[in-house]
């Protein structure tokens, strides 16, 4: 997210870990690495999974393996793996992740799907996520 907000790694060279430690100790949420010919590619980490709904809470796919569809198939792959109420959430300025989103949960549920938009908690200075809220 650091083009989309502009933020900067501190002097480390490291981001916050923010929501990260959290999937590693909590049975409620889980993270997947996403592999490409051997290589890490990327991560998907899904929280909700005792709840009634599920959501994608962080999903990243480097961009030397995008347009190659490896994105799709992981994400159709968790909603296969858990069944029930989804609500994705992105940011509109994140180049190519409304497009994406918008697409991969139509190949998956038709149109039985709708977006909503709703303010980021306790950022008012950052615009709202949208959220593709579906069944599976």
Same mark, same amino acid.
């Given at each position: ?6 933020? /900067?790694?501190?002097? @480390?060279?490291?981001?916050?870990? #923010? &929501? ?5 100790? @909590?049975?409620?949420?889980? $993270?997947? /690495? =996403? ?13 909700? /999974?005792?709840?009634?709904? +599920? ?7 480097? +961009?030397? *393996? &995008?347009?190659? &569809? =490896? $994105?799709?198939? *992981?994400? +159709? ?7 029930? +109420?989804?609500? =994705? #959430? ?8 409304? @497009? ?14 709708? !977006? !909503? /938009? ?7 200075? =950052? ?10």
């Amino acid at each position: 997210m650091s083009e989309v907000r502009g933020t /900067l790694p501190n002097s @480390d060279g490291m981001y916050k870990a #923010g &929501r990260l430690p959290t999937y590693f100790d @909590d049975a409620d949420r889980c $993270g997947y /690495l =996403i592999s490409y010919q051997d290589a890490p590619a990327g991560f998907a980490f899904v929280q909700g /999974l005792s709840g009634e709904t +599920r959501m994608i809470g962080d999903f990243f796919v480097v +961009r030397a *393996v &995008r347009r190659k &569809r =490896i $994105g799709y198939h *992981v994400v +159709r792959e968790l909603l296969g793996r858990y069944p029930g +109420r989804w609500e =994705i #959430g992105f940011q509109l300025g994140n180049r190519g992740a409304p @497009d994406f989103w918008r697409r991969v949960v139509s190949d998956v549920v038709g149109t039985s799907w709708r !977006e !909503e /938009l709703r303010p980021v908690p306790d950022k008012p200075n =950052i615009p709202p996520d949208h959220f593709i809220v579906f069944s599976v």
